[in-house]
């Protein structure tokens, strides 16, 4: 009687283990059923009716902005989806603010794009931004031109060349400690032995050009890109002399002004003002959040080689004298990368002149 109980407790018994493997069985089943239909949204599903927001770290009107509006007009037209592409400006801390917002509070799914400030694998390298920002994290989508800021000297202060200056002082004026209008012409007099005079507190390039324009200042910094587009004569007719350009090697269109890259007068002095001059490399470029999805990531990148090559675009850009000499975004992430691959002797040379004092 004992061993027939026993043998009816074990039909149970293993009738339960059954019932709740095939229950597992079905629940699983279910859930795997279920992954595929939220997976089989596709890029164009998630962009139809959504708006992109390309975020811009300095005020309206300026290089950074005109770059941006430009793109926001026409890269819609090349995404799966046609979202509307939107700009929204988010001045503060030298074009840093937006490169913070975009890095940590921005949603990271492809909505939120950024024209960055084009030291930014420099800041992250010399961690001079607030938490731990890797550029290198960012998706590149590509560059709309690489843009070399410019050293000018108003054309009635008598200088031509970087050499007199290295036996005449001139006042530059700066948009802040931290800027490259501040820490290139600083590195510039204690690496090649020039004699700028550095006045900070320009609220923007703008006002800095306007104080140069009105004779408070002996010179300024502004992009090539950005005296092509808002003042196109300037150069060509003798209003101002270029007397460096912080790019590695001479923009074609300047030829014959040092660039900042190639000055130095030993190894290690020659690797920091290369350090600060691939900046340029970096430009007015378009990138968007970490943790994109990855088929995301390439739509962006084939709307964006799209739009460069969009004869509606480039007739716009031309219009708008705004200079254009992209990269894809593989291109690009690869500038970052190579940005952020200096020993530490040359990080540690740069980093007090770029930290803002």
Do not use: C
């Not at 699983?28 to 059923?33: C, E, F, K």
């Not at 994109?292 to 739009?307: K, S, T």
């Amino acid at each position: 009687m004992r061993n027939e109980r026993l043998g009816i407790l074990q039909r149970i018994s293993r009738r339960g283990l059954l019932a709740g493997a095939l229950a597992l069985g079905l629940s699983a089943l279910s859930a795997t059923q279920a992954v595929p239909v939220a997976a089989q949204e596709t890029v164009e599903d998630f962009y139809s009716g959504k708006t992109v927001t390309i975020y811009v770290g300095f005020g309206p009107g300026g290089g950074y902005d005109l770059y941006a509006r430009l793109v926001s007009e026409f890269l819609g037209r090349h995404i799966p989806g046609n979202p509307e592409v939107i700009v929204e400006n988010m001045p503060g801390a030298g074009g840093r603010t937006a490169i913070q917002f975009l890095y940590n509070v921005a949603a990271q799914d492809g909505t939120a794009l950024s024209v960055p400030v084009q030291s930014m694998a420099l800041d992250s390298l010399l961690n001079v931004l607030p938490g731990d920002l890797d550029a290198r994290k960012f998706n590149a989508i590509g560059r709309i031109t690489p843009e070399y800021e410019l050293g000018m000297i108003w054309s009635n202060v008598g200088i031509t060349t970087l050499d007199e200056i290295k036996e005449k002082s001139v006042s530059f004026a700066s948009t802040g400690a931290g800027s490259a209008s501040s820490f290139v012409p600083r590195m510039l007099n204690d690496m090649v032995g020039t004699k700028f005079e550095v006045i900070q507190g320009y609220q923007g390039a703008n006002a800095a050009m306007m104080a140069l324009e009105t004779g408070e200042v002996d010179g300024a910094m502004q992009g090539i890109a950005g005296m092509s587009a808002s003042r196109p004569t300037w150069i060509p007719e003798g209003v101002v002399n270029v007397v460096w350009q912080l790019g590695l090697t001479p923009h074609e269109l300047l030829p014959d002004v040092p660039a900042v890259g190639q000055l130095g007068e030993n190894d290690l002095d020659r690797q920091a003002l290369r350090l600060v001059a691939s900046a340029a490399e970096i430009g007015r470029s378009v990138i968007t959040t970490p943790n994109v999805p990855e088929d995301r990531v390439e739509a962006l990148r084939a709307a964006f080689n799209a739009m460069v090559s969009d004869p509606e675009f480039l007739a716009a850009a031309k219009e708008r004298n705004h200079l254009i000499d992209t990269l894809t975004g593989e291109e690009l992430q690869a500038k970052i990368e190579e940005q952020m691959n200096y020993p530490q002797e040359v990080i540690d040379r740069v980093k007090p002149y770029v930290v803002a004092q």
